[in-house]
């Protein structure tokens, strides 16, 4: 019986003569969903499987098919009868592009039996010439398959044979997912033994010596094993030491290597193959030379075996020495060698006629940990989930590791230099900071953001769209943008007749929600703010969070920011100025030593409202009040006149008196929300949230400690700064909710817009579905800037009471959780684009359709 | 909302003025009701006396009953569409209502009064409120023979700063007959409602212009009139850029302007003669509209030579496949489009909205598919990497650059330059030193609203070199426009090539290739241009020369 063993991600080529039997043994052998076959995408194409006209269409479907299918990684087996060397090339072509084997399998059965096989099928037309000229192809061509390309060719020779064959999967040598670590990763060595034995001893690895005292092997800690990146060779003092102590790892199941470009060069040297004696593969040569011959075919040996890269840890973490595209990896064909090796190229070159380097880590949004050397820098720096651990050792810098999956660094320094650079190293990589390395397809379209707090949630195309132009036009440098605030819920609308909101309903909803305690804020009327402020002031050297943290080096210190992400001041001064003020109280108060932290990110409201919203009142609220005033006594006027006559305008005359009266009551609402300001002068701020810092996401904490927090900030500054008036109320003490429900119409009865009402431990869930975090209870007389000002005419008010909320809970919760996200993601030094998805999500959420007035 | 109808009975004459009654068709004596789908009126005379008399015309309308009556969905809404100035201010809803109940004066027949109802008498008509500029009621109005009386309303008593209103006290007196009286204000109270929010229907709009057939034809703005009624089809449904601008207590506006809106006459210059409509500042969006209107070079306008200048550049340096990176509403577009030295155009654009502008303009869906094919309208933005963007032969930024806050201009290099690396880049910008040539442009006050910064001829070299070495190109400058000796020519422009030089900019450093022995350092070679030196030398003032360097 014969096993033919296929790589478990290929692309199996079926080879033989129509009625050889490849359908009936890919159906024994495939899945139906794995087997794509000429036939049937013939049918497809023309509604009949036999019409030859239709062949060319209907390959050029089975190709883009069985392109998909790859793309994905999904083993995919072609039932056509390939006789044809043409048609196997096109076949090893989709192999390749998609970076997967090609395998054969050929089904050699006798003529005689093809052609019996047919004549028993009514619907095949063919003459028996037909199979004898496929038969004479295959035949020709058999030998030469393995040159056409495929890694393996399986020949089955007559019928027995190929029933009685079976599938064997294998591996990808570089699937090693089954390896968990945890690792430890380090970077290129090149030939530093002394460096290398330094930091294994740090690492905790206990090095084993031969009789001469070279290391020969290092026993990890615990279940750890390490990782080389490549580049053992070359330049330095001692590549043979190296290769030996590696070596002894690797045969000792103690460490995994990869190949650098040095070593690939090395073995071909080494090997008798002509290279140029440059970067440092002549000291490599003439150490080598010292060290017996046995020794020498070892270190070949060795080299030709490693494998280009390796995926590890269930696909969470990928090692390759140049680094690794996501496309790539996993992959088997030349260009996934050559980028692992050496890097991708642009295709440009440089004033010096050196290829300029493909930015690939720029552009990486894989899920797997991708950790490379190559490129020697002199700190490494996160750049989208990547790491390059090359600190060129070599050249004087250090020799580094990267502990896995605890993401700590460890070092050693370089006991000299041992190579002179042919320039300095380079500052770190920077592109982890780039502005550049957000991309169109990390926002754009229909997208599924996953969260941490409700699993996938969806933004829509037309949502991403309209946010795209606001944050491209209008907000701040998404480097700043770590967090946009969600929309809340108004409370359900009231049972009582006379209004439309009612704390009851409040205190009912999180009862009935099984929140024990709750805090009650009073809203505070202005514009939402959302304050970003680092520890050191502009121009000062000390930490310079801005940098460090955000890569912003402009000179701004932070942010204050509207709900869509739009800076809240147009002058670039106040906005440095209230940040100032905001960073003098936090000194006073303590809060940076407190929580650890160089930088704060506050939920605030600014007020008055009318420092933002002038443009709105200017158009709408104070415009409606214009209107109203004016068009209103004229009325009243000619109705008085009209009366005067005797006309029978009394009713009418009332009406309209009883409208001017709401009128007045519309622009005494908003006119409680506006005084002048002039820079900060008269700007108060509210923070009610401490939603992160360093290290920390702050939002999920009760709110009896922000509150506590931030009234040491107001105390700080109580000019700025306005406290948040408060009540926590035990939903199960009655007194303490009839003392809340009369704050609130006190409250609102003084002209405030109301209260929110939150659950005191602000992240509750109730089963499996989250509470909502929050929901106003607004005052009657605020309300009048929303519904109108005659709404609470009794005709009105029935009408307005069949208001549905539901949109507007289940958008509320969805904010609320991508802003959750946004902030883990961020405390966590997610790469930018992973921040900015969600942040972007939150933008593009407010931007679905929902009642206004909610 | 209100109006009031007074004839005054000139000395002498024989008939009383209370025969208003007759030709109005209703009755002084009492008081009478009128439903309407939108709301209810009331007809009622506040005076009636052989001397002078007064018919008022007064309709309530339901601002929440309209919209549930349209039954659509309430999420659909903005805020300024519950809340609103419809029952306060004339509009065409009072239009509406002035066209039903007095169907029969509109005619101009009388059964009881024919002569009277064919001849002219002293009128006066009030509106006390008309959401209109003063200008623009007299502009309206003053033709057709009244006097105007205008009087612009206080925004808010308590808040004096605020300054005044969009609305006005508007009295009209005249000698006219009722019946034109009336038409007129049928037909112009709809042309005066600068708000978009009104509900009426097409059918409605043909009664409208047929009632203007006596006077609309004298009219001097009759293609405004006519314009404005049948170009401003009311958005009832909030764009999500809208909803956005809403959630941020922004008018809609603000954020939702990267073309203009169509019927707002803004391309035909009419705000600049009407004001905008934002009361007291008097600030056009398009002070550029403005202000490069009255050229000195009053034949060609500044944007045609703008356009004519990109692309004559797109052909000194052979970009066959170009892209149009904010191409907005395509104008630049359509220069390409009918140009078949270009193959291949992609027009970009974040907004939405321009790129339906343009898809509309360029008349997309009936051109030939070999003309259509060239084209591809696509939403990008700057500020973002984009793929789909590489390997063409030249990018161009026209009037761009402008418009992108200072601290995102670096995204914008690196998308542009950086990722994106057409052959070359083709950037204009207004040049600041040139403002002082705009009359109508207050000093220090840039050509546009949304531009967020103007540059000299200086700043903007350096910049553009800067950017040249970070990614290994290399830049030349052009005046666009006539040169002034002075100030330099209203726009210039920059002609960016890919060099063969190494990037030193963001994307790479720190990545190249240490290893392999590269001898790197920063470009040497100091930034020229590559124009043919008789292009350059003839079109580069002296001035900008130096500058350069």
């Known amino acids: 019986m014969r096993t033919l063993t296929v790589p478990e991600l290929s692309l199996v080529v079926l080879v033989g003569t129509t009625g050889s039997g490849k359908s009936t043994f890919a159906g024994r052998h495939f899945l139906p969903t794995q087997v794509i076959s000429s036939d049937w995408c013939r049918g497809l194409v023309s509604d009949d499987e036999n019409d030859q006209s239709a062949t060319p269409d209907a390959f050029a479907l089975l190709h883009h098919l069985a392109g998909i299918r790859l793309r994905r990684g999904l083993l995919t087996v072609i039932d056509a009868t390939n006789v044809q060397p043409k048609a196997r090339e096109a076949l090893v072509k989709v192999a390749r592009e998609y970076d997967v084997l090609p395998v054969a399998i050929v089904l050699d059965v006798p003529e005689q039996v093809c052609r019996e096989r047919n004549e028993l099928r009514p619907d095949r037309v063919m003459g028996p010439h037909v199979i004898a000229r496929q038969r004479r192809e295959l035949r020709t061509h058999l030998r030469n398959l393995e040159r056409e390309g495929f890694r393996k060719v399986h020949v089955l020779h007559g019928v027995e044979e190929v029933e009685e064959a079976s599938i064997a999967y294998e591996k990808a040598y570089n699937d090693k997912r089954e390896l968990t670590g945890p690792f430890d990763v380090i970077g290129d060595v090149h030939g530093c033994r002394a460096e290398l034995e330094s930091l294994l001893v740090s690492l905790g690895y206990v090095l084993v010596r031969d009789e001469a005292g070279r290391a020969v092997d290092a026993v990890p800690p615990a279940t750890r094993t390490a990782v080389f990146v490549g580049d053992l060779v070359d330049r330095g003092p001692d590549t043979p030491g190296v290769l030996r102590l590696v070596m002894g790892m690797v045969e000792a ?124 820098v002199l700190e490494p720096a996160w750049v989208n989930n990547t790491l390059c651990l090359d600190t060129g050792c070599v050249f004087g810098g250090s020799l580094t590791a990267l502990r896995y999956p605890e993401r700590e660094l460890v070092a050693v320094p370089a006991e000299q230099v041992w190579y002179e650079p042919v320039r300095p190293l380079e500052p770190a990589a920077r592109a982890g900071r780039d502005p550049g390395v957000l991309d169109l397809g990390d926002v754009l379209g229909r997208r599924t953001v996953q969260t941490r707090l409700m699993g996938d949630l969806v933004v829509q195309e037309e949502n991403s769209a309209a946010a795209l132009e606001v944050m491209s036009r209008f907000a701040v440098d998404p480097r700043w943008l770590v967090y946009l605030p969600p929309t809340m819920a108004p409370v359900a609308t009231s049972s009582r007749e006379d209004v439309l909101e009612h704390p009851v309903e409040a205190f009912g909803y999180f009862a009935a929600a099984g929140v024990g305690r709750v805090v009650c804020e009073e809203k ?59 960073r003098t109280a936090a000194d006073a108060a303590g809060l940076w030593e407190e929580l650890g ?131 926590v109320v035990d939903l199960g003490d009655e007194a303490a909710v009839a003392e809340a429900t009369a704050w609130w119409e006190e409250l609102t009865g003084g002209g405030s817009e109301g209260m ?13 579905r989250i509470v909502q975090p929050g929901v106003k209870c607004r005052g009657p007389e605020y309300l009048r800037i929303i519904y109108g000002p005659e709404y609470l005419e009794p005709r009105n008010l029935a009408r307005l009471r069949r208001r549905s909320l539901g949109r507007k809970q289940s958008l509320a919760l969805r904010e609320y959780v991508l802003g959750l996200e946004a902030l883990e993601r961020f405390v966590a030094r997610e790469p930018l684009y992973r921040v900015h998805e969600a942040v972007f999500a939150v933008l593009a959420l407010e931007s679905e359709p929902v009642d206004p007035r909610l | 909302m209100l109006v009031t109808i007074t004839a005054t009975r000139p000395a002498g004459a024989p008939w009383p003025a209370t025969d208003l009654g007759y030709l109005l068709a209703k009755n002084p004596a009492t008081v009478q009701s009128f439903s309407h789908g939108f709301g209810r009126s009331r007809v009622f005379y506040p005076e009636a006396d052989e001397a002078r008399c007064t018919a008022a015309l007064y309709l309530e309308i339901d601002p929440i009953g309209l919209i549930k009556s349209r039954n659509l969905d309430s999420a659909d809404f903005s805020l300024s569409q519950y809340v609103n100035d419809r029952p306060y201010a004339a509009s065409s809803l009072l239009a509406g209502a002035i066209g039903q109940v007095f169907r029969t004066a509109i005619r101009g027949t009388s059964k009881e009064r024919p002569q009277l109802a064919a001849a002219a008498m002293p009128l006066t008509l009030r509106l006390p409120v008309v959401s209109a500029t003063a200008a623009f009621v007299e502009r309206m109005f003053a033709p057709l023979g009244w006097t105007v009386t205008a009087t612009p309303l206080t925004l808010d008593p308590a808040f004096p700063a605020w300054g005044e209103s969009r609305y006005c006290d508007v009295t009209l007196t005249g000698e006219q007959r009722v019946c034109d009286a009336l038409s007129q204000l049928y037909v112009l109270l709809p042309v005066l409602d600068g708000s978009k929010h009104y509900w009426i229907d097409g059918e409605e709009v043909e009664k409208l212009l047929r009632a203007g057939e006596a006077w609309l034809p004298g009219h001097p703005d009759r293609e405004l009139i006519t314009r404005r009624y049948l170009g401003r089809r009311p958005t ?150 984009d793929a789909s963007l590489k390997g063409y032969d030249a990018a161009v930024l026209m009037e761009v650059i402008e418009h992108v806050d200072p601290p995102r201009l670096a995204s914008l290099e690196h998308a542009v330059f950086g990722a994106a690396r057409p052959e070359a880049v083709i950037v204009t910008t207004p040049n600041v030193e040139y403002n002082v040539r705009y009359e109508t442009l207050e000093a220090g006050r840039l050509r546009h609203r949304d531009h967020r910064f103007e540059w000299s001829r200086e700043e903007f070299a350096a910049w553009a070199e800067d950017v040249a070495a970070q990614y290994a190109y290399t830049v030349g400058f052009r005046p666009v426009g006539e040169v002034d000796p002075e100030v330099g020519a209203p726009t210039q422009m920059a002609v960016f090539r890919r060099g063969d030089g190494k990037i030193t900019g963001p994307t790479n450093a720190g990545r190249a290739e240490a290893d392999r022995g590269s001898q790197s350092t920063q470009p040497t070679q100091s930034p020229k241009s590559t124009q043919s030196p008789k292009s350059e030398s003839s079109e580069r003032s002296a001035k900008s020369e130096k500058e350069a360097n």
């Open chain 2, 236 to 385: 009832l449904v909030r764009s999500a850029l809208a909803r956005l601008a809403e959630s941020d207590e922004v008018p809609a506006a603000e954020l939702d302007n990267a073309v203009p809106e169509e019927g707002d006459g803004v391309e035909e210059g009419v705000v600049a003669a009407e004001g905008t409509g934002n009361g007291s500042d008097g600030t056009s969006d398009n002070a550029v509209a403005v202000a490069e209107a009255q050229e000195p070079s009053p034949h060609t306008s500044l944007a045609t030579l703008r356009h004519e200048a990109v692309v004559a550049a797109l052909k000194d340096v052979g970009g066959k496949s170009v892209l149009d990176l904010g191409c907005g509403g395509g104008a630049l577009l359509r220069h390409l489009l009918h140009d078949r030295y270009f193959t291949s155009i992609v027009g970009v654009d974040v907004s939405v909205r321009a790129l339906q502008y343009a898809a509309r303009k360029l008349r997309l869906e009936r051109q030939p598919e070999s003309v259509a094919a060239r084209l591809t309208l696509k939403q990008g933005s700057l500020t973002y990497t």
């Open chain 1, 253 to 376: 199941g103690h460490a995994l290597c990869v190949p650098g470009n040095h070593e690939n060069k090395l073995v071909r040297a080494l090997t008798g193959r002509k290279v140029q004696l440059r970067h440092g593969i002549a000291e490599s040569l003439e150490q080598l030379e010292r060290e017996p011959e046995e020794f020498r075919k070892r270190v070949i040996e060795f080299c030709r075996g490693l494998i280009s890269h390796y995926v590890l840890d269930g696909g969470s973490l990928v090692v390759a020495h140049a680094g690794l595209k996501e496309a790539y990896q996993g992959r088997a064909s030349g260009r996934v060698r050559s980028f692992a090796l050496y890097g991708e190229t642009t295709g440009e070159t440089d004033e010096y006629g050196l290829p300029v380097r493909y930015p690939w880590a720029e552009e990486y949004r894989g899920s797997a940990m991708v950790l490379y050397g190559h490129t020697p």
């Open chain 1, 756 to 768: 929110v009402v939150k659950p005191f431990d602000a992240l509750v869930r109730e089963g499996r």
């Open chain 1, 597 to 727: 932290t160089d930088w704060l990110l506050l939920d605030c409201e600014l007020l008055p409202w009318s420092a933002k919203a002038m443009g709105l009142l200017r158009d709408q609220y104070a415009a409606v009040g214009a209107a109203s005033r004016a068009g209103l006594g004229a009325t009243i006027a000619v109705l008085e006149q009209g009366a005067a006559r005797g006309l029978e305008v009394g009713e009418m005359l009332e009406e309209q008196r009883g409208r001017r009266e709401a009128a007045e009551s519309f622009t005494a609402a908003y006119g409680q929300y506006c005084w002048p300001t002039s820079g900060l002068d008269g700007v108060r701020l509210a923070p009610f949230q401490v939603l992160a810092a360093e290290g920390q996401v702050y939002a999920t904490r009760d709110h009896g400690w922000h509150l506590a927090l931030l009234d040491r900030l107001c105390a700080a500054d109580p000019v700025l700064f306005q406290a948040t008036a408060r009540r």
């Open chain 1, 524 to 582: 505070h009327m202005g514009s939402r703010a959302v304050v970003l402020v680092t520890k050191d002031a502009a121009g000062s050297e000390v930490g310079a969070a801005a940098a460090r943290r955000f890569g912003v080096t402009d000179g701004s210190t932070g942010v204050v920011v509207t709900r869509t992400g739009r800076p809240f001041f147009d002058s670039a001064a106040v906005t440095e100025d209230l940040l100032g003020r905001v």
